[in-house]
């Protein structure tokens, strides 16, 4: 919950001109992630996630440098696997040690890899490659390939 | 069998990274694709990663026997070839156990060809046959993206004993049989209680003369006494019907009763027998020994109320289940006309009946929420007008409630033969 109102914070210090709005999404993420967490529904959490994370969107519509996206990113990520940690562990009591830590650690590696590939991914929209039709065909052809890469994984094994 | 279901944070993170994706595309903005791409990374990681868990459980129970209202140790032990980062182990309860001591369900980490072993404590509030040692388990793969859910364990039958009251005395038998035993019977012959005195007559042993008496009237005068012999018990369970409401009804106070009956009669050498009679019949000829205790008690586990239509009276009893002379304690909520009117049988063929009332009226809805007051004082009188038929056949008849000790309606039933037998006389 914390770390979601850092996030909101954060987003809405650096939204210039529309810092109601980007308050105003990231209010509504927070508020539906602690609804969920309080009420222990799990659904919630996407919802908040695309809340906090359309707040950062806007508020770098202000600002045309993308630097800031990967903490974001980064941000988000910890707050979904926090949140999904929460709802996991409340029906059962740990019975052998290291199960905190492992879990502290693989969130720690998920920020880690995601500051590192969103400053790669940084580096890459800051060249100029030019634009055109088939660019963006490029694009929406990767985006489409990798949701359907995932859902293709993910049938394979079931 | 494994069922694998998709965790939430799969579909979540793969609809957040194609619609950031997607987003980024069409808005030409990059900071939505580096705000999505994490979303991407954990799928694409977790996916190859995940496979079903191969895990093996031995389950092992404290003991094979316990009384209802103890304790008894449960370990599970979980072994496992490939690491699993998170596994929920619940302990499948039956209905009644409860979990005393223990986390249910528990949260563990196995290792490679790490076992881990798990203890729990668990209380059978209620007598009958279970069966613990199962568990139910929930794995998620390193990413968690994944949740695969699988019975484990083996099954182990638990026996749970009714607990049985502590009796000082029971019910004499108007009767004893052959053989000896604890009890002081009625006849005369060779024992150690003092009887009577007779004139000696030719042949009696010397040393059962009484001297004193033999001094003060001038003639052989002799002890007579009376032979410790055992006797035969026939408990009788009726289990046609009974009240109940949620935690508790006639038969679970006609069982524990049962138990401590049969115990306190075997302790004293007596033989006893068992007749489970209802919607099952089932039945014990009358033996002795520690053996037979076992016999009666798990008798008494698998006795449950089976509704039945059928007539049934006491001809169905094998005949070597009563033998002759035996006392026949029964245990009736006095609710169903075969019961009783096999119980009157049993009197009118000469049997020494003697029947405790396992009350209803506690266990029926009070006239204050739902029974006319007319209807509940009807079947109260009605039910008056049963143990006075049952008083007319020289059977006594008391009553014994939830909460009461059985002692005190053991000795009200001593009472009221001792009262019929001063009758007699």
Request: with cysteine; proline share 6%; glycine share 8%.
């Amino acid at each position: 919950m914390a770390l979601a109102a850092c996030v909101g914070l954060f987003a809405a210090a650096g939204a210039g001109d529309v810092v109601a709005l980007v308050a105003a999404l990231a209010g509504v993420g927070t508020a539906v992630l602690a609804a969920g967490l309080w009420r222990g529904r799990a659904f919630v959490v996407p919802w908040s996630l695309l809340g906090l994370g359309a707040a950062a969107a806007v508020s770098f519509a202000e600002d045309s440098d993308p630097a800031r996206s990967p903490l974001h990113a980064a941000a988000l990520i910890a707050i979904g696997e926090l949140a999904y940690w929460s709802f996991e562990t409340r029906t059962s009591r740990p019975a052998s040690s290291g199960i905190t830590a492992r879990r502290i650690a693989l969130i720690s590696g998920l920020v880690a890899g995601s500051i590192a590939v969103g400053a790669v991914l940084v580096s890459v929209a800051r060249i100029d490659p030019g634009g055109g039709l088939l660019l963006e065909a490029a694009g929406v052809a990767a985006a489409v390939t990798l949701a359907a890469a995932v859902l293709a994984l993910s049938r394979r094994v079931a | 069998m494994t069922t694998r279901t998709t965790a939430p944070r799969l579909t979540a993170y793969a609809g957040l990274a194609a619609f950031g994706l997607l987003a980024a595309v069409a808005l030409g903005r990059p900071e939505l694709a580096i705000l999505a791409a994490p979303f991407a990374i954990v799928p694409a990681l977790g996916l190859p990663l995940a496979r079903p868990p191969s895990i093996r459980i031995i389950s092992t129970l404290g003991s094979e026997r316990t009384v209802e209202g103890e304790t008894i140790e449960l370990e599970l032990e979980l072994r496992s070839d490939a690491p699993i980062p998170h596994a929920e182990v619940a302990l499948v309860l039956p209905e009644g156990g409860e979990i005393v001591d223990g986390p249910n369900p528990a949260l563990v980490r196995l290792g490679p060809g790490q076992s881990v072993e798990l203890a729990w404590k668990v209380r059978c509030g209620r007598w009958g046959a279970y069966a613990l040692g199962e568990a139910a388990l929930r794995t998620r793969d390193p990413l968690g993206l994944f949740v695969y859910e699988q019975r484990v364990g083996r099954s182990t039958p638990l026996k749970v004993y009714p607990s049985a009251e502590r009796l000082r005395s029971v019910l004499r038998p108007l009767a004893t049989q052959p053989t000896a035993g604890n009890q002081v019977a009625r006849e005369r012959g060779d024992g150690i209680e003092f009887a009577d005195l007779r004139p000696f007559v030719h042949g009696d042993r010397l040393r059962r003369i009484n001297w004193r008496a033999t001094a003060r009237s001038g003639e052989l005068w002799v002890n007579e006494l009376h032979p410790e012999r055992n006797t035969d018990v026939v408990i009788f369970l009726d289990t046609f019907i009974e009240a109940r409401r949620e935690d508790a009804g006639t038969l679970d106070l006609a069982v524990r009763a049962a138990a401590a009956l049969a115990e306190r009669y075997l302790a004293h050498r007596d033989r006893v027998g068992l007749v489970v009679f209802g919607g099952i019949l089932n039945w014990l000829t009358p033996a002795t020994g520690i053996v037979q205790r076992y016999r009666i008690v798990d008798a008494l586990l698998d006795a449950e109320i089976m509704l039945s239509y059928a007539w049934k009276d006491i001809d169905v009893v094998p005949r070597r289940t009563l033998p002759p002379q035996a006392l026949v304690v029964a245990l009736s909520p006095l609710l169903d006309e075969r019961a009783l009117a096999a119980l009157a049988d049993l009197r009118r063929r000469g049997f020494d009946v003697a029947v405790i009332e396992i009350s209803p009226v506690p266990f029926a809805p009070s006239s204050h929420d739902e029974v006319d007051p007319l209807v509940e004082r009807l079947w109260l009188l009605r039910r008056d007008a049963r143990r006075t038929a049952f008083h007319t056949l020289g059977v006594p008849v008391v009553e014994w409630r939830e909460g009461e000790a059985l002692q005190s309606a053991i000795e009200e039933v001593a009472a009221f033969r001792r009262a019929a037998h001063l009758a007699r006389r």
